[in-house]
């Protein structure tokens, strides 16, 4: 019974071990050692020498000693199966009650890579239920963990149906609305000044990241659509480049290039401040000089902005209400998978959100619409939380006035 129950705990600790290594390297070897050695390793080789120490020595030339002057049997030492389920509930214990936050967002960001690694070894592919059943198994582990923003797990949830737009199918998604937003900003207008660097116009900015705060020089670009930062500045915010991170293209004298992406925690200029996650493109060739990188649209378009040129000054006054997170996350999320089955006028879309981004995102409501010769549709269709690189299954279906052939997918809004 103890064997029975010390494995599951085992694996959880597993999770949990391999998840806070990745705080020091994403690397899978690093990952899975650490996870082994703490789950369980340590508790066998723990185990083995309570064992020895326990075990009764036996003296020389005492071989022939009558049975009652032995010394007696000592006590019962732990199996290995009670130690393994003991440190490992320790473990899950102190981390949850020491650290949840911190725990919480690692388990949330890195729990799930052992399933994927595996998956990707076994061939499957994406939204095959050995991915999502993991995924979703790691997902439940992470929401008993203690945390005051956790918005729990629910059922894809079906919308009203409306009756605006179509298009041909496609799963490619289209610019999002600028319709509300949760973090707080300054109410007021900030006066920043820059620095005219030849056709630049740089500005000191403060970048918050895993590892910490730092400030740096940035050319103010409203003509970039994300913000850019070089390698050496983001390794210094503590954030290590996935090399499955996802890529955006950009237009750029030279060419069409391709950058890949990450997220730092916020960004502020002056009393500025976006306190969110924002997407960065990672562009060594954007930096010159001092200067890190381009600070971008997905920045300045939290504000509304003034540019006076003669006085070397810029003025920001943040929108109300402010834009939503659905210009960052939309490079971030992949409709995978979508099938549409029409019965009489009902139609009912599958498909899989696929979550690139190293954090968990909330109320993503993606729309199906499709337009035929009676008019046109929409199907609308919630998930409540898709976890950190990871996939959920959305299921969405009503009347629509009309069939049609095709839908086409949009996100329509999530939050980080």
Same mark, same amino acid.
């Not at 009558?66 to 130690?83: F, G, N, Q, V, Y």
């Not at 440190?87 to 890579?113: E, I, S, Y």
């Not at 439940?140 to 918005?151: A, M």
């Given at each position: 019974?103890?064997?029975?129950?010390?494995?599951?705990? $085992?694996?959880?600790?597993?999770?949990?071990?391999?998840?806070? $290594?990745? *705080?020091?390297?994403?690397?899978?070897?690093?990952?899975?050692?650490?996870?082994?050695?703490?789950? #369980?390793?340590?508790? #066998? %080789?723990?185990?083995?020498?309570?064992?020895?120490?326990?075990?009764?020595?036996?003296?020389?030339?005492?071989?022939?000693?009558?049975?009652?002057?032995?010394?007696?049997?000592?006590?019962?030492?732990?199996? =290995?199966?009670?130690?393994?389920?003991?440190? !490992?509930?320790?473990?899950?214990?102190?981390?949850?009650?020491?650290?949840?936050? +911190? =725990?919480?967002?690692?388990?949330?960001?890195?729990?799930?890579?052992?399933?994927?690694?595996? /998956?990707?070894?076994?061939?499957?592919?994406?939204?095959?239920?050995?991915?999502?059943?993991?995924?979703?198994?790691?997902?439940?582990?992470?929401?008993?963990?203690?945390?005051?923003?956790?918005?729990?797990?629910?059922?894809? +949830?079906?919308?009203?149906?409306?009756?605006?737009?179509?298009?041909?199918?496609?799963?490619?998604?289209?610019?999002?609305?600028?319709?509300?937003?949760?973090?707080?900003?300054?109410?007021?207008?900030?006066?920043?000044? #820059?620095?005219?660097?030849?056709?630049?116009?740089? %500005?000191?900015?403060?970048?918050?990241?895993?590892?910490?705060?730092? =400030?740096?020089?940035?050319?103010?670009?409203?003509? /970039?659509?994300?913000?850019?930062?070089? *390698?050496?500045?983001?390794?210094?915010?503590?954030?290590?480049?996935? &090399?499955?991170?996802?890529?955006?293209?950009?237009?750029? $004298? !030279?060419?069409?290039?391709?950058?890949?992406?990450?997220?730092?925690?916020?960004?502020?200029?002056?009393? /500025?401040?976006?306190?969110?996650?924002? $997407?960065?493109?990672?562009?060594?060739?954007?930096?010159?000089?001092?200067?890190?990188?381009?600070?971008?649209?997905?920045?300045?378009?939290?504000?509304?902005? *003034?540019?006076?040129?003669? /006085?070397?000054?810029?003025?920001?006054?943040?929108?109300?209400?402010?834009?939503?997170?659905? #210009?960052?996350?939309?490079?971030?999320?992949?409709? !995978? !998978?979508?099938?549409?089955?029409?019965?009489?006028?009902?139609? =009912?879309?599958?498909? %899989?959100?696929?979550?690139?981004?190293?954090?968990?995102?909330?109320?993503?409501?993606?729309?199906?619409?499709?337009?035929? &010769?009676?008019?046109?549709?929409?199907?609308?269709?919630?998930?409540?939380?898709?976890?950190?690189?990871?996939?959920?299954?959305?299921?969405?279906?009503?009347?629509?006035?009309?069939?049609? @052939?095709?839908? @086409?997918?949009?996100?329509?809004?999530?939050?980080?």
């Amino acid at each position: 019974m103890i064997f029975l129950l010390a494995i599951p705990v $085992a694996l959880a600790g597993f999770i949990l071990a391999s998840s806070m $290594a990745a *705080t020091v390297s994403d690397n899978t070897w690093w990952l899975l050692g650490a996870g082994i050695s703490v789950s #369980f390793i340590a508790p #066998f %080789v723990l185990a083995s020498w309570l064992r020895a120490l326990r075990r009764p020595r036996r003296a020389a030339g005492t071989d022939n000693v009558k049975d009652e002057a032995r010394p007696r049997a000592m006590p019962k030492h732990p199996t =290995t199966s009670i130690t393994v389920l003991v440190l !490992n509930l320790a473990m899950l214990m102190g981390a949850a009650t020491l650290a949840p936050t +911190q =725990t919480r967002t690692q388990v949330d960001t890195h729990g799930a890579w052992w399933v994927r690694e595996l /998956a990707i070894h076994l061939e499957r592919q994406e939204g095959d239920p050995l991915i999502t059943k993991g995924e979703a198994a790691v997902s439940w582990l992470t929401s008993l963990i203690p945390n005051s923003d956790d918005v729990g797990l629910t059922k894809p +949830q079906e919308l009203p149906t409306a009756t605006d737009g179509g298009a041909a199918l496609s799963s490619d998604l289209q610019a999002p609305r600028s319709d509300g937003g949760t973090e707080p900003m300054p109410d007021e207008a900030v006066k920043v000044s #820059f620095k005219r660097e030849g056709s630049s116009v740089v %500005v000191p900015v403060r970048l918050m990241g895993p590892a910490g705060t730092t =400030t740096v020089k940035m050319i103010f670009d409203t003509g /970039a659509t994300l913000t850019t930062l070089n *390698t050496a500045t983001l390794n210094r915010l503590g954030i290590v480049i996935d &090399p499955s991170a996802p890529t955006v293209e950009s237009h750029t $004298a !030279n060419g069409t290039v391709q950058r890949r992406l990450t997220l730092i925690q916020g960004a502020s200029l002056g009393g /500025a401040r976006v306190p969110r996650p924002l $997407a960065v493109g990672v562009c060594d060739l954007c930096a010159k000089d001092d200067e890190v990188g381009l600070l971008g649209l997905n920045f300045s378009r939290n504000f509304l902005v *003034t540019m006076d040129h003669d /006085a070397g000054r810029i003025v920001l006054k943040p929108k109300v209400p402010p834009p939503d997170h659905t #210009f960052d996350v939309q490079h971030f999320i992949k409709l !995978n !998978n979508a099938r549409g089955i029409w019965r009489g006028r009902t139609l =009912t879309v599958d498909l %899989v959100v696929r979550n690139l981004a190293p954090r968990a995102l909330r109320d993503v409501q993606i729309s199906a619409t499709v337009e035929g &010769p009676g008019g046109s549709g929409v199907l609308k269709g919630l998930l409540s939380r898709v976890p950190a690189r990871g996939s959920k299954p959305l299921h969405m279906s009503g009347k629509l006035p009309s069939r049609g @052939k095709s839908f @086409k997918l949009k996100l329509e809004r999530a939050l980080w």
